[in-house]
C-alpha cells in the first residue's frame, strides 16, 4: 500500500506559523485530512477535505496541497497547539486507508 | 453530539482471538453515508488503520492484516465490532474506533474521521 511520510518533529516559536507536510503518492489523487493528538488524548480532526476546519478548531489552523504534498499550517502557533499531528488519506491504489508517520510540533 | 466507545477485554493471550464492540450513541449508525472504522496505535508509535464497515455490511481492510481482522455490524443495538485473530505481542496498542465520512471538493475527494472513541488498551500476554 502507499505510505504517507511526514518530518518526525518541527518546532516554532510562541506566536510564529508552522508548517507541517506530509508527501505521498494518494495525496495526487485525495485530499488529505490533518489530526492532533496530546499525549493520552484521542486524535482530533483539525482539517478535512481542501481546507475545511470542523465546529471548534480556531481559524489558525489551514490546509493546502500541492502535487504529492499535503500542508497543514499554524499560523501564530499558541502553546497549546504542541501536540502530534498525523496526515490521513485513502490509498490510491485500494479501499483502504493510510496514515502519514507523524509530526511532534514543539512551541517553544 | 455523536459519541462512539470501545468496550472489550484489556488482555488477550498470545493466539487467540482480540475482540471488541464499539457502541454509537447521540445519532443511528444507519444514518448517511457514513463508514466506521477501527484505528490502533502501539505505545509510543503512530496510528494504523484496521478496517472499517458501512452500516449495509460491506466491508474494506487494512492489506496487512486483512488475513487477521473481522470487522461486523449490528445495526439493532448501533454496534460495530473488530475480531482480531492470532494475535501477538505485536498487536498490543490503543484501539480506537471512529466515524468516517467522505466530502466532495472541485471534483476532488477527501476522506476523514471526526468522531473517534476514547481508546482502550489492548495486551497481548500470557
Known amino acids: 500500500s502507499s505510505e504517507l511520510t511526514q518530518d518526525p518533529a518541527v518546532s516554532v516559536a510562541l506566536g510564529q506559523t508552522v508548517r507541517v507536510t506530509c508527501q505521498g503518492d494518494s495525496l495526487r489523487v485525495y485530499y488529505a485530512s490533518w489530526y492532533q493528538q496530546k499525549p493520552g488524548q484521542a486524535p482530533v480532526l483539525v482539517i478535512n477535505g481542501k481546507n475545511n476546519r470542523p465546529s471548534g478548531i480556531p481559524d489558525r489552523f489551514s490546509g493546502s496541497g500541492s502535487g504529492n504534498t499535503a500542508s497543514l499550517t499554524i499560523t501564530g502557533a499558541q502553546a497549546e497547539d504542541e501536540a502530534d499531528y498525523y496526515c490521513?488519506?485513502?490509498?490510491?491504489?485500494?479501499?483502504?486507508?493510510?496514515f502519514g508517520t507523524g509530526t511532534k510540533v514543539t512551541v517553544l | 453530539q455523536v459519541q462512539l466507545q470501545e468496550s472489550g477485554p484489556g488482555l488477550v493471550k498470545p493466539s487467540q482471538t482480540l475482540s471488541l464492540t464499539c457502541t454509537v450513541s447521540?445519532?443511528?449508525?444507519?444514518?448517511?453515508?457514513?463508514?466506521w472504522s477501527w484505528i490502533r496505535q502501539p505505545a509510543g508509535k503512530g496510528l494504523e488503520w484496521i478496517g472499517r464497515i458501512y452500516s449495509s455490511g460491506s466491508t474494506n481492510y487494512n492489506p496487512s492484516l486483512k488475513s487477521r481482522v473481522t470487522i461486523s455490524v449490528d445495526t439493532s443495538k448501533n454496534q460495530f465490532s473488530l475480531k482480531l485473530s492470532s494475535v501477538t505481542a505485536a498487536d498490543t496498542a490503543v484501539y480506537y474506533c471512529?466515524?468516517?465520512?467522505?466530502?466532495?471538493?472541485?471534483?476532488?475527494?477527501?476522506?476523514?474521521?471526526?468522531?473517534w472513541g476514547q481508546g482502550t488498551l489492548v495486551t497481548v500476554s500470557s
Open positions: 447521540g445519532g443511528s449508525i444507519s444514518s448517511g453515508s457514513y463508514y
Open positions: 471512529a466515524r468516517g465520512a467522505r466530502i466532495a471538493v472541485a471534483g476532488t475527494n477527501g476522506y476523514y474521521f471526526d468522531y
Open positions: 490521513n488519506s485513502r490509498d490510491s491504489r485500494g479501499n483502504h486507508f493510510v
